[in-house]
T-cell receptor, first 116, second 113 residues
């Protein structure tokens, strides 16, 4: 069964460094998402992406964050200058379509980011 | 602003027991509600999706109901097994959103053999 994959599974970085988290969505999916989950907290929406542009973003997704689909398979989340509070599990998700409530989002296993 | 709440935060039951997990949301303007399972340190697995026009969905031993007008959903697990131990998350997609899911904090279920 097709799955969303994410790399790396764990990343440790120093505060102020740039990190890029990578995702390979399910191949025929058109809609892509990033979420994060700070330890012990709720899963929070960051951004949705369709047709090579951001379709929605949350207040968390400020100028330090960017997303890109550099080729036909990868979907990346970049954090330009990491802060301690960016430490979290980051989940990528994809969906085949976005209808009136019909769609399911498929989540990857996550990248655990630790900022020191 | 849409808020999703799940109670209880944790639940421990003996194997074989039937159980109900609760989810409530503050704004009934939703496209759908999804129940997910999260194993420790792992991703989210979608269990059931209920469209706003539906009342319930079933998959195997799982049954999810939705009462949109009262802002409530329940996940019923029949004949629980130790393998059901996980955190169960409820998420709604608000009407007008571009796919944004709003999650509850989850119920951590432990099924004792």
């Amino acid at each position: 069964e097709p799955e969303v994959t994410q790399t790396p599974s764990h990343q440790v970085t120093q505060m102020g460094q740039e990190v890029i988290l990578r995702c390979v969505p399910i191949s025929n999916h058109l809609y892509f998402y990033w979420y994060r989950q700070i330890l012990g907290q709720k899963v929070e929406f960051l951004v949705s992406f369709y047709n090579n542009e951001i379709s929605e973003k949350s207040e968390i997704f400020d100028d330090q964050f960017s997303v890109e689909r550099p080729d036909g398979s990868n979907f990346t989340l970049k954090i330009r200058s990491t802060k301690l509070e960016d430490s979290a599990m980051y989940f990528c998700a994809s969906g085949p379509f976005r209808g009136e409530g019909l769609e399911t989002q498929y989540f990857g296993p996550g990248t655990r980011l630790l900022v020191l | 602003k849409q808020e999703v709440t799940q109670i209880p935060a944790a639940l421990s039951v003996p194997e074989g027991e039937n159980l109900v997990l609760n989810c409530s949301f503050t704004d009934s303007a939703i496209y759908n509600l999804q129940w997910f399972r999260q194993d420790p340190g792992k991703g989210l697995t979608s269990l059931l999706l209920i469209q706003s026009s539906q009342r319930e969905q079933t998959s195997g031993r799982l049954n999810a109901s939705l009462d949109k007008s009262s802002g409530r959903s329940t996940l019923y697990i029949a004949a629980s097994q130790p393998g059901d131990s996980a955190t169960y998350l409820c998420a709604v997609r608000p009407r007008g959103s571009q796919g944004n899911l709003i999650f509850g904090k989850g119920t951590k279920l432990s099924v004792k053999p």
